[in-house]
């Protein structure tokens, strides 16, 4: 993780407290702890797996297959999250958080692949991310999308990988480029660049918004005591580089989901974006990140504009639990503000709180009609 003078407190936390003392001290142990593949799972892995992420009531028991009527999303740490949608199996991100802690998110990597997924959608390629999108496609046979940096990242995380990926764009496109496909039968994606999270100037105008600055709980590091191979697995993935940012929205005929893990500064730096957004269709469910590098200075102002954007019925926060608690806080910590924030919305969105580590991989918190 490079110096970088945007960062503000969050970054410069992350590079004096956790990233320059883990390189010189555990670089070497992290080089000789190896990762150890997944194996690809069976189909009792896969059946058993779905109904813990979906509910019994929408797997079924012999076959796996998933019913369309619903839709799910379960959480399973920082911006991940596991999706039923219109009887596909998708990812939103692929990282189970550990490191810092072993078990605070209750899944593995191995149990997040025997879902079998279809694909697995990258946001941004930051180790918080995707660090386990590469193992995670090489056992469960799903194709990876993202641009061409995040396909590079997840080939160089597992020898002799064998797993397709769809590139959308690079980390040169421009903000606001958008790219439309099919991901299954009646499921179009859109995914929108956009920008990652960063400090701008404190803004003082009407519209502007409180700092938020929980204070780090490293106390889930006492309750969770990490492992040597979760605390190399960290090491090793640390540096990852972002590779660019990807918003997407996926649609059926009745129901519109959209998903993004960062939230940047589009008002002060990427206008352009929030015109693709505003063209976008309306979503009945925006899942989007509220943790960043600019809470600090203009709390949810960026996270806000989004939302206004979008024009979502529910609004659900994601990057905003304590995945690494050296620098971050619980998800109860951002309640207060994103209903101040949704609040000054006309006719804003209904808040879906989640709330950790009660809501990981909990498939009744995020179920609709779909």
């Given at each position: 993780?490079?110096r970088?003078?945007?960062?503000?407190?969050?970054?410069?936390?992350?590079?004096?407290?956790?990233?320059?003392?883990l390189?010189?001290?555990?670089?070497?142990?992290?080089?000789?702890?190896?990762?150890?593949?997944?194996?690809?799972?069976?189909?009792?892995?896969?059946?058993?797996?779905?109904?813990?992420?979906?509910?019994?009531?929408?797997?079924?028991?012999?076959?796996?297959?998933?019913?369309?009527?619903?839709?799910?999303?379960?959480?399973?740490?920082?911006?991940?999250?596991?999706?039923a949608?219109?009887?596909?199996?998708?990812?939103?991100?692929?990282?189970?958080?550990?490191?810092?802690?072993?078990?605070?998110?209750?899944?593995?990597?191995?149990?997040?692949?025997?879902?079998?997924?279809?694909?697995?959608?990258?946001?941004?390629?930051?180790?918080?991310?995707?660090?386990?999108?590469?193992?995670?496609?090489?056992?469960?046979?799903?194709?990876?999308?993202?641009?061409?940096?995040?396909?590079?990242?997840?080939?160089k995380?597992?020898?002799?990988p064998?797993?397709?990926?769809?590139?959308?764009?690079?980390?040169?496109?421009?903000?606001g480029?958008?790219?439309?496909?099919?991901?299954?039968?009646?499921?179009?994606?859109?995914?929108?660049?956009?920008?990652?999270?960063?400090?701008?100037?404190?803004?003082?105008?009407?519209?502007?918004?409180a700092?938020?600055?929980?204070?780090?709980?490293?106390?889930?590091?006492?309750?969770?005591?990490?492992t040597?191979?979760?605390?190399?697995?960290?090491?090793r993935?640390?540096?990852?580089p972002?590779?660019?940012?990807?918003?997407?929205?996926?649609?059926?005929?009745?129901?519109?989901?959209?998903?993004?893990?960062?939230?940047?500064?589009?008002?002060?730096?990427?206008?352009?974006v929030l015109?693709?957004?505003r063209?976008?269709?309306?979503?009945?469910v925006?899942?989007?990140?509220?943790?960043?590098?600019?809470?600090?200075?203009?709390?949810?102002?960026?996270?806000?504009?989004?939302?206004?954007?979008?024009r979502?019925?529910?609004?659900?926060?994601?990057?905003?639990?304590?995945?690494?608690?050296?620098?971050?806080?619980?998800?109860?910590?951002?309640?207060?503000?994103?209903?101040?924030?949704?609040?000054?919305?006309?006719?804003?969105?209904?808040?879906?709180?989640?709330?950790?580590?009660?809501?990981?991989?909990?498939?009744?918190?995020?179920?609709?009609?779909?």
């Amino acid at each position: 993780m490079a110096r970088n003078p945007e960062l503000g407190s969050l970054g410069e936390s992350i590079q004096r407290g956790l990233v320059t003392p883990l390189r010189r001290g555990l670089g070497a142990f992290a080089e000789r702890v190896s990762a150890q593949p997944i194996a690809e799972p069976t189909l009792a892995e896969t059946i058993a797996a779905r109904q813990r992420f979906f509910g019994a009531d929408l797997v079924d028991a012999e076959t796996g297959a998933v019913r369309s009527d619903r839709v799910v999303l379960s959480w399973f740490g920082c911006a991940s999250f596991a999706v039923a949608l219109g009887g596909s199996v998708f990812l939103l991100d692929a990282w189970v958080p550990r490191g810092a802690t072993s078990g605070y998110v209750p899944t593995t990597p191995a149990e997040v692949a025997a879902l079998r997924p279809a694909a697995i959608f990258i946001g941004h390629g930051h180790f918080d991310h995707a660090a386990d999108a590469g193992p995670i496609a090489q056992a469960s046979g799903a194709v990876i999308h993202g641009t061409v940096e995040h396909c590079a990242t997840a080939r160089k995380q597992v020898k002799s990988p064998g797993f397709s990926c769809v590139t959308l764009g690079s980390s040169t496109s421009l903000p606001g480029a958008r790219y439309d496909f099919d991901l299954a039968p009646g499921i179009s994606v859109t995914a929108v660049r956009h920008i990652h999270s960063a400090r701008t100037e404190r803004y003082a105008g009407a519209d502007a918004c409180a700092p938020v600055k929980p204070i780090p709980q490293i106390g889930d590091m006492r309750r969770y005591p990490t492992t040597l191979a979760d605390t190399a697995h960290l090491v090793r993935r640390l540096t990852d580089p972002e590779g660019g940012v990807l918003l997407y929205q996926f649609h059926t005929e009745k129901f519109t989901l959209t998903w993004h893990d960062s939230s940047g500064p589009l008002l002060d730096k990427a206008p352009e974006v929030l015109e693709t957004l505003r063209e976008l269709p309306a979503s009945d469910v925006h899942v989007g990140a509220v943790q960043g590098y600019n809470q600090f200075t203009n709390g949810l102002r960026d996270p806000r504009s989004y939302i206004e954007a979008l024009r979502a019925k529910v609004f659900v926060p994601n990057h905003h639990d304590n995945w690494l608690p050296l620098i971050t806080a619980r998800g109860s910590a951002f309640r207060a503000p994103l209903e101040t924030a949704l609040a000054t919305i006309p006719d804003g969105p209904k808040l879906r709180m989640l709330l950790d580590p009660d809501d990981y991989v909990t498939p009744g918190v995020l179920a609709f009609d779909a």
